[in-house]
């Protein structure tokens, strides 16, 4: 590392220790009503859980990034920086006073990138914007919009979960989204097939492509796209591997495993199956360049 990278990270990133603390205690407590409204169920009909997960995988995201952003040699954009904190903090404040928690929460995201820019400039900014780009999935959905996709997107998970089953040999009925299997009834519910599972998995596709960046910007958007087809498909999954365990063991079994273990079977599922269309889709743009 250069002498002039050496002082620089003595401090952190070239700005004051000082400055940084009291920046971070300045954020902290705009972010303590925003949690304890999230922690006391002030969101509960609209969030899935997941948002704290997305919030630390961001950070690590900038974190894992500190080396390259130490080592930046670009000018600051102080008065970008400053324009964009203003918004920020006036989005913040009518946020907090009319109660819209999602402006409070795009507020929270835009501090730290105005920040960013203050000290550090568009080159860091660039560095690290898939970590930004993220944090949107951290923003629920609105629950109007859950509600409108969730009901069709449910009916379909259902028919063709009923559909291979009954194709495989089993007794299986399906009456709009209640599943008959012998003599068993199940409700696909939201959390089964909802939008705010597939916003969840779609999340978790993208956070796989960006670590594994492809040199192949090709590649990677078809790779993001594809995440959406999968997570329908490993929805349909769950839902059968949850029919039969209540067809083989029994009602009790099929609703502690609907509560315990059908999440990970989900998301197993899914990583799987991004694993496998992303090597095969490197098989198949290899295959193109060399038929170039």
């Not at 929460?105 to 990138?113: F, G, I, K, T, W």
């Not at 660039?126 to 923003?139: E, G, N, T």
């Not at 629950?143 to 998970?157: H, N, R, S």
């Not at 596709?205 to 490993?234: D, E, K, Q, W």
């Amino acid at each position: 590392m250069s002498d002039w990278a050496a002082p620089r990270r003595a401090e952190w990133l070239g700005i004051d220790p000082a400055v940084v603390l009291t920046l971070l205690a300045g954020m902290l407590a705009m972010a303590v009503p925003l949690v304890w409204d999230w922690s006391h169920g002030t969101w509960d009909m609209q969030t899935q859980g997941h948002e704290p997960l997305i919030l630390a995988i961001s950070a690590w995201l900038v974190y894992r990034q500190r080396e390259a952003l130490a080592a930046l040699q670009s000018p600051a954009a102080p008065r970008a920086g400053a324009a964009l904190f203003v918004v920020a903090l006036m989005a913040y404040i009518c946020g907090r006073l009319l109660g819209v928690f999602r402006l409070e929460l795009v507020s929270m995201m835009m501090l730290p990138a105005a920040l960013l820019l203050y000290f550090r400039g568009f080159a860091a900014l660039r560095l690290v914007w898939f970590a930004f780009f993220f944090l949107i999935f951290a923003i629920p959905l609105p629950f109007a919009l859950v509600l409108a996709v969730t009901g069709p997107m449910k009916a379909a998970v259902s028919a063709l979960a009923a559909q291979l089953l009954s194709l495989a040999g089993y007794p299986i009925g399906l009456s709009g989204v209640v599943i008959t299997i012998g003599q068993y009834q199940l409700l696909v519910n939201e959390a089964c097939a909802g939008l705010q599972t597939m916003f969840t998995l779609e999340a978790m596709g993208l956070l796989y492509a960006s670590l594994m960046n492809h040199s192949s910007a090709l590649r990677n958007t078809l790779l993001a796209v594809l995440v959406v087809p999968i997570a329908f498909c490993a929805n349909v999954v769950r839902v059968m591997v949850l029919a039969l365990v209540t067809y083989h063991l029994g009602d009790a079994a099929g609703q502690g495993f609907l509560h315990g273990f059908a999440g990970m079977v989900l998301f197993v599922v899914a990583l799987v199956l991004v694993m496998g269309a992303d090597a095969l889709l490197g098989r198949l743009l290899a295959a193109r360049e060399v038929a170039r």
